[in-house]
Structure formats: structure tokens, C-alpha cells
């Protein structure tokens, strides 16, 4: 995310350099609209704004749509912080990313498996 946010040519890393250009929405997005989380590092403000672009990028298959809106297919946004170990959700009602604790976990598999089934 340091990389994408610099913008600068890689012309000696052109794998690298197509990979993050899928981050380059996500860059627009923090630039014009700020981030979810201003505590955060840049870089992981532009992770977290990542992670939502791409889940939105998903969505624009036909085939996720459609498998979405009938409730066969749930996307969820996770972010892992590699340094800490910890794994984050995003809570589409608070718009923030929450540390997966026993708490939250328990609730994403309440809203995976309808009816404690």
C-alpha cells in the first residue's frame, strides 16, 4: 500500500506494478473522500479503503450480483495486519473495520449459518 500511495513508476518491478494498479481506485477514493479511520497509518487507511473497493469490484460480476441478491453468496471485507497477528471484519453498519474477537466471530458465523443451523 506504501508503493501505490507513492504513484511512482516501477519499471523494474512491472509484476508489482500491475498488482497495486488494482489499488489505484482505492487511492482516488482515500485522496477524495478521506479515510474510514484517520488513526491509522496512511497505508493502512488505504488497506482498509482496499479492501471495500474490491468487494465492490466483486460485485460487479453478474454472477456475484446475482448470487448475492438471492442469498446464496455473502461477501465479507477482512484485513490482516501482518505485524500484529490481529484479523479485522468490516461491519457494514458501523462503516468501521472490528478486531475479530470471540465476540465478533460469533456473530459473523450467526449471520453465515440462517436460522443456528
Known amino acids: 500500500m506504501k508503493a501505490a500511495l507513492t504513484r511512482q513508476p516501477m519499471p523494474e518491478t512491472p509484476n508489482l506494478a500491475k498488482w497495486l494498479h488494482h489499488a489505484g481506485q482505492a487511492v482516488f477514493r482515500l485522496e477524495q473522500e478521506g479515510p474510514l ?27 456475484v450480483r446475482d448470487r448475492v441478491a438471492s442469498g446464496a453468496l455473502r461477501l465479507s471485507g477482512w484485513l490482516f495486519n501482518i505485524a500484529t497477528g490481529d484479523m479485522f471484519a468490516y461491519q457494514r453498519e458501523s462503516r468501521a473495520f472490528t478486531a475479530i474477537d470471540r465476540e465478533t466471530a460469533e456473530h459473523l458465523i450467526e449471520r453465515l449459518v440462517p436460522n443456528g443451523t
Open 37 to 63: 479511520d484517520g488513526n491509522l497509518s496512511l497505508s493502512n487507511q488505504l488497506s482498509q479503503l482496499n479492501v471495500l473497493v474490491q468487494l465492490e469490484h466483486l460485485m460487479s460480476y453478474p454472477v
